[in-house]
């Protein structure tokens, strides 16, 4: 079994500077300036309120990886993401268990370039896991 710790919920967002108001309206502080994801073509800022961060994600083009997830689901939370002390194994773990890799680790700017990787589950949706 996997030893996951929550790092963030992962919120899908149109317009970000409008999403970082409305949350810090309801208590949430910035935790970090926005960061732009080259790798994932999105606009990513960290929101924090009684030890439960919230990552903001906006798409910035229609490329974007988040793109067609916009025009599905519009604002909501999308993921869950978990770091881990034993990233291979843990990952392994998942894989096992019915989780599909849904892109290859890729650094992540926002994390100060740590990997990361999203995969899927057909029960509960999307996770991202942190290296």
């Known amino acids: 079994m996997p030893a996951l710790t929550v790092h963030h919920i992962g919120y899908l967002v149109k317009k970000l500077d409008k999403a970082i108001q409305t949350f810090h309206s309801l208590g949430y502080e910035t935790e970090q300036d926005t960061v732009y994801d080259k790798f994932r073509k999105v606009n990513i800022c960290f929101l924090i309120k009684d030890g439960c961060r919230v990552e903001l994600v906006s798409p910035v ?7 067609g997830l916009m025009k599905k689901y519009k604002n909501c ?12 194994a843990d990952y392994a773990a998942l894989t096992a268990d019915g989780f599909l890799a849904i892109d290859t680790p890729t650094p992540a700017p926002a994390l100060g370039g740590r ?17």
Do not use: K, Q
């Open 77 to 88: 939370p999308y993921h869950i993401c978990y770091e881990t002390a034993d990233f291979e």
């Open 61 to 67: 083009s229609e490329d974007s990886v988040v793109s």
């Open 115 to 131: 990997e990361v990787v999203f995969l899927n589950s057909p029960v509960i949706g999307m996770i991202e896991l942190i290296r």
